[in-house]
């Protein structure tokens, strides 16, 4: 038996797809905590007073997840046990950010094959792939462009 979808719940399901018909995303426009997640759930809600997304898990009261800075970045993560960052940002050779710290757009923490060669500010890091020697693993940025020292590590 065909389901048939109001005119206002097709349309928002088709603004969380792109033309291509991939995922793009889902919006949150939540303004009040709905009920705490069922047993065996989890539920998402945006609190736009605080700008905070915030979850509930298995009956658990709601807790923050990220709070929202400019540009749609993170100024806060919380997270338990292992995160992954940058999950489909492949490792580039000479580098790609991966971290970017403080108010800097380039003191960071950089990851890459090959000896590093993207430009950042003066005390960055760079955690090279395939590094196979005590003086070729990890570098430090020091003239805030794209001299890197090696830094040199045991074993």
Do not use: C
């Not at 033309?19 to 009920?35: E, K, M, R, Y």
């Not at 489909?88 to 990851?111: D, E, F, K, M, R």
């Amino acid at each position: 038996m065909p389901v048939h979808l109001s005119t206002a719940l097709r349309r928002t399901l088709e603004d969380n797809f792109d033309t291509a018909g991939n995922f793009i995303g889902l919006p949150f426009a939540n303004t009040t905590a709905p009920a705490l997640a069922p047993a065996g759930a989890a539920r998402l809600y945006f609190d736009r007073t605080s700008n905070v997304l915030k979850m509930s898990v298995n009956g658990g009261a709601y807790v923050e997840v990220a709070t929202a800075g400019l540009g749609g970045t993170f100024t806060t993560l919380t997270a338990t046990g292992a995160t992954t960052l940058l999950a489909n940002t492949p490792v580039t050779n000479g580098g790609v950010a991966g971290i970017i710290l403080g108010s800097s757009t380039t003191l960071g923490i950089y990851v890459g094959s090959g000896a590093p060669t993207v430009s950042a500010a003066q005390g960055s890091l760079y955690i090279r792939s395939d590094g196979s020697t005590i003086n070729n693993r990890t570098f430090i940025n020091t003239n805030s462009a794209t001299t890197w020292t090696a830094i040199t590590t045991v074993l």
